[in-house]
């Protein structure tokens, strides 16, 4: 169990050290081009990073505080949800397209590292309780979501110049950091109810 605890801690300093360089990147790409999509999943980047910092601080702790601190990651999973809705308003006022040869660009190089990080954490994701079941859903929704800005930017480069479809995959994106946050707070509930005596 301690070399469980130890390999974990490893991979989840690896993969939070992963997910603050690109936000870096992928925020400054965002604001360059006034991309929606980019900006939350930068911020999605950064929310991962914290996520996966506190997962190696309380690899020690009792079920009960391991379930608390769930309780208060699942309201984390939330923060990069309600960014999206703050600039999805914003660019509703202004709809102009991203420029989309950087928005494909940034879209695969975050599908990348999301890929090696939700491959990097399959194998603890049932370890940990909430907290690895946290980093690993967020490492496999941002797959996906990854995925959908690339999409974004090949639509509006072929089919649509419009600013619609960035905008569609950031409320998608938020959609899923919604999901990923009720299932983390059920995981945590669960675990709670478990170190109740």
């Given at each position: 169990?301690?070399?469980?605890?130890?390999?974990?801690?490893?991979?989840?300093?690896?993969?939070?050290?992963?997910?603050?360089?690109?936000?870096?990147?992928?925020?400054?790409?965002?604001?360059?081009?006034?991309?929606?999509?980019?900006?939350?999943?930068?911020?999605d980047f950064l929310e991962d990073a914290s996520i996966n910092l506190l997962i190696a601080l309380a690899l020690g702790?009792?079920?009960?505080?391991?379930?608390?601190?769930?309780?208060?990651?699942?309201?984390?999973?939330?923060?990069?949800?309600?960014?999206?809705?703050?600039?999805?308003?914003?660019?509703?006022?202004?709809?102009?397209?991203?420029d989309p040869l950087p928005l494909v660009l940034t879209g695969l190089g975050a599908a990348a590292i999301n890929f090696?990080?939700?491959?990097?954490?399959?194998?603890?994701?049932?370890?940990?309780?909430?907290?690895?079941?946290?980093?690993?859903?967020?490492?496999?929704?941002?797959?996906?979501?990854?995925?959908?800005?690339?999409?974004?930017?090949?639509?509006?480069?072929?089919?649509?110049?419009?600013?619609?479809?960035?905008?569609l995959v950031g409320l998608g994106i938020a959609a899923m950091n919604a999901d990923a946050a009720k299932e983390v707070?059920?995981?945590?509930?669960?675990?709670?109810?478990?170190?109740?005596?």
């Open positions: 169990m301690a070399i469980m605890g130890t390999g974990l801690r490893r991979v989840v300093t690896r993969v939070a050290l992963l997910n603050l360089a690109y936000f870096g990147l992928e925020f400054a790409v965002a604001i360059a081009i006034g991309s929606v999509s980019l900006l939350a999943d930068s911020v702790w009792s079920l009960r505080n391991r379930a608390r601190l769930g309780v208060l990651l699942a309201g984390i999973l939330l923060v990069p949800g309600l960014a999206t809705l703050w600039t999805a308003y914003q660019k509703f006022l202004v709809p102009v397209a991203p090696a990080c939700a491959s990097m954490l399959v194998r603890y994701r049932q370890h940990g309780g909430s907290l690895t079941r946290a980093a690993f859903l967020s490492a496999r929704n941002d797959v996906v979501a990854n995925i959908a800005i690339i999409g974004a930017g090949l639509v509006t480069a072929f089919v649509w110049n419009s600013a619609w479809p960035d905008l707070w059920e995981a945590a509930r669960a675990e709670h109810r478990s170190a109740t005596p």
